[in-house]
C-alpha cells in the first residue's frame, strides 16, 4: 500500500506516553525543541584543537550571526501513517457528503497507549480500537495492530487501514443516521446483539463504509498494491465473531455476536469496494447477510 500518496490529517490527538514530543492536530512541537538547542548549544569548540592553542576563537563573530541549528525529528512512521489514512477518509467522504449537499464533520483520531478516559468512559489498551459516539472520536493504541499480527497473522499497512476505516465507518453512520434502528434500540434499551441483530447489522454495515472509502481512495490514489485487498479481507475474517470464538476455544454461541460472522463481514465490506455506494450499504434492510 503506497500510503505516503495520502494527504496527512491534522486531526490525530497524540497522547501516547513516552514521547518526546507530542501531536497534538497534527502540529509538531519543532519550535520548541529549537528553542532547547540554541540555549544549550555552546560558543566555543575543543574538538581537534592542537595542544599548544590555549585560547579558543568564538566560533562566531559579532558581525556573523550564529548559524541556526538543523532539528529534524525523527519520523514516527506509525504516525505518520495514521495520518495518511484518516487524512484519505476525510478527502472521500468529503467528496461523498458533497454529492449529498452535506458537509461531512471530521472526527478527531486520538492515539493512546496504556488506557484513555474517552467521551464514553475509560477504555484500556485491551479494548481494542473504538469509536466514541459521544464526543465523535476514535481512540486506537498502536499495540492492538502488533497484538493481531501476532495472534492472527493479520499483517499489512491495508489491513491496518481497513481496521482505521471501519471506526471512521461508525462515525460516517451517525452523521448519515444510517445506523438509525440500532441507535433507537439503544436508547429504549432493547437488546440488540444476537446474530443477525441491530448491532451485528450496525458493524457489518461500518464494514461496508470502509469499503466504500477503499474503493474511492483506489480511483484517486491507485496506491493498492499486489496481496493488499486479500489482507484487508483476512483482518475481516478474522475478527469475525465465529472466528474470535474458536480462537479462544469457546463454544461458537451466536446469541452472543455483535460484529458478525466472518463470511459476513467479507462479504459486506466487499460490496462497499465493489460498489463505492454507501446506499449500498443498508444492512437494516437487509433478509440475508
Known sequence: MLWNKARRSKNVNDIRKGKDARTLTGTTLAAGLAAVALASAGLYSTQ??????????????????LPQPSIEPEVDLQLTFVQSVLGDTEDTWNQLFAQMGRQYPHPTLTLFNNGVVSGCGFASSGSGPFYCPGNRQVYLDLEFFRTFEQQFSVVGDF??????????????????GLSGPFEKALLEQQPVSGDGGLEVRAELQADCLAGVWAHHAQQRLDWLELGDIEAALHAAAMFGDDQLQAARNAQIRPETFSHG????RVNWFKTGFATGLPEACDTFAADVL
Do not use: F, N
Not at 159 to 176: C, K, M, N, P, S
Open 261 to 264: 460472522t466472518s463470511l459476513q
Open 48 to 65: 581537534d584543537t592542537p595542544a599548544d592553542i590555549t585560547k579558543l576563537e568564538p566560533s562566531y563573530t559579532l558581525d556573523r550571526p
Open 159 to 176: 489491513a491496518r487501514a481497513y481496521i482505521i476505516a471501519h471506526e471512521i465507518g461508525h462515525h460516517v453512520q451517525l452523521e448519515l
